[in-house]
């Protein structure tokens, strides 16, 4: 491997960056609980791993390749974020806004299914573990281990981070779980759900 803590450094401002997976972490901390978040953030890191593992196999070569291939996972991915999008803004037309109500609401809502599609169905991340993962091993030598080490390098970093974020989240959660801000975070998150699927919708295959 080449400039591993290059590669650290770089992991964590990736990880940091808001996404899709943010979105979702965001949602599921302050409307099911730190529980509800842990379980998102294991259901994102199972999805990385597949994406590694993929990756080291060869099939996101494939993926990124085929325009079908990246077609379908794009389409997929899109319209969960968008089915996620629209039933957190349909939640807005309940008028019951007890914390009881809130998290018999939620009690039904798989955090770890969420947390897993999200990432998993999103094409993007398996052309990222393609194209940035390369560019940190040495040219010419085995690629199994050190796609490993790099792979799970990454999800032990987002690990981290979502740990913090989950703390950070369940220290305002006080104030976070006011029915005005419940409903403020199921507006902003369902809108910038619906805007990440159409713009993962838009994407075009990279040759």
């Known amino acids: 491997m080449e400039n591993f803590y290059l590669f650290v450094i770089t992991c964590v401002f990736l990880i940091i960056l808001p996404g899709p997976d943010t979105a979702i972490m965001t ?11 842990f379980k998102t953030m294991i259901g994102i890191c199972c999805a990385l791993s597949i994406h590694t593992l ?3 196999v060869g099939l996101s070569a494939i993926i990124a390749k085929s325009a079908l291939l990246f077609s379908i996972f794009k389409y997929i991915g ?20 007890t914390e009881t109500v809130v998290k018999i609401k939620y009690k ?6 969420q947390g897993f599609l999200t990432n ?11 194209t940035f993962l390369p560019q940190f091993v040495n040219p010419g030598s085995h690629t199994f281990m050190p796609f490993l080490i790099l792979g799970m390098t990454y999800i032990v970093l987002t690990i981290v ?12 959660s006080a104030f976070m779980k006011k029915p ?3 409903k403020a975070i ?14 993962l919708a838009l994407e075009k295959a990279h040759t």
């Not at 974020?81 to 939640?91: E, N, R």
């Not at 039904?108 to 299914?113: A, L």
């Not at 981070?161 to 305002?172: A, E, K, M, T």
């Not at 199921?186 to 713009?199: A, M, Q, S």
């Open 180 to 182: 005005k801000t419940q």
């Open 108 to 113: 039904n809502t798989s955090s770890f299914k």
């Open 78 to 97: 899109a319209v969960y974020l968008i089915y996620l999008g629209i039933k957190s803004l349909w939640t807005l037309r309940n008028q019951e806004t």
């Open 186 to 199: 199921e507006g902003i998150t369902g809108t910038i759900l619906i805007g990440f699927g159409i713009k």
């Open 54 to 56: 993929t990756a080291i």
């Open 120 to 130: 998993l169905l999103n094409p993007k991340i398996a052309v990222f573990f393609l």
């Open 27 to 37: 949602k599921n901390t302050l409307t099911v609980g730190k529980q509800g978040g």
């Open 161 to 172: 981070w979502y740990l913090f974020y989950i703390y950070l989240l369940n220290q305002i």
